[in-house]
């Protein structure tokens, strides 16, 4: 059974950075492709960046290139996002996601979200 727990949300005035991270365990880190998504109050859930199963590919959103990194450690089953430059638009749940396959649409298993909340 596949489980994924976030961390490291919290509350960051705009313009500042976090790091959020999520933690896979179950299953053998590297048989997947990781991602993550967020979704705002009212709004449906997006899409912000993925890496490939050795983390030498990576995909991100417009909204959050140059912004964002996503990096993975796959010694410790963990996957990163570093967030710089945050903005108050970027004020959402944070899910990770993990998937066989690599795509902006991967989404297997899911975590339970962490909150990020950018003050203006």
């Known amino acids: 059974q596949v489980q994924l727990v976030e961390s490291g949300g919290g509350l960051v005035q705009a313009g500042g950075s976090l790091s959020v991270s999520c933690t896979l365990s179950?299953?053998?880190?590297?048989?997947?492709?990781m991602g993550w998504f967020r979704q705002a109050p009212g709004k449906e859930r997006e899409f912000v960046a993925a890496?490939?199963?050795?983390?030498?590919?990576?995909y991100y959103s417009e909204s959050v290139k140059g912004r964002f990194t996503i990096s993975r450690d796959n010694a410790k089953n963990i996957v990163y996002l570093q967030m710089n430059s945050l903005k108050p638009e970027d004020t959402a749940i944070y899910y990770c996601?993990?998937?066989?396959?690599?795509?902006?649409?991967?989404?297997?298993?899911w975590g339970q979200g962490t909150q990020v909340t950018v003050s203006s």
């Open positions: 996601a993990a998937d066989t396959s690599f795509s902006r649409n991967l989404g297997r298993y």
């Open positions: 179950g299953r053998t880190f590297t048989s997947f492709a």
């Open positions: 890496i490939s199963w050795g983390g030498g590919n990576t």
